[in-house]
């Protein structure tokens, strides 16, 4: 496990794995449920008919942005909070790429890998982190990603 708090800890981690989560279910009942949260009723996403009849994909898929929205879920399975650490703060993104369809009835799961750690002049660590998430049976991922994390003991005017 990694200690974020340890600046030994994250250059000794740089370029391995931190983990996998636990794999979600993506069913309509959820597909809906983003749709009706985000105000995204494309049918693409929310009728079934219609997307079997037009859609490439032959059925409806999940949402690209509900995709991404689980990944703080998974993140929080790969890398749960120490009751020590400092604090992390989700900073963005310097990339994200939807890579391939999440087909209702998929399962996914995510998987992270440290690939950058850098100390800005106020002493804040700035982690970059490679997320992707697997569709269980596909060879490609859904999407993939770099996800940055801020990690400050004092963060008061950021």
Known sequence: MVNFSSMESLEASIGKPLGKSRWFDID???INAFG???EDLDAMHMDQDWASAHSPFGQTIAHGFHTL???SAMINDILPRASDETYKLNYG???IRFISPVKEGSRVRGEAKLIDVRVRPDGAKIISIEVSVEIEGEEKPALVATWLFMFASNIEGQ
């Open 93 to 95: 993104f310097d990339r």
């Open 28 to 30: 309509q009942m959820r």
């Open 36 to 38: 009706q949260v985000t």
């Open 69 to 71: 929205s689980l990944l």
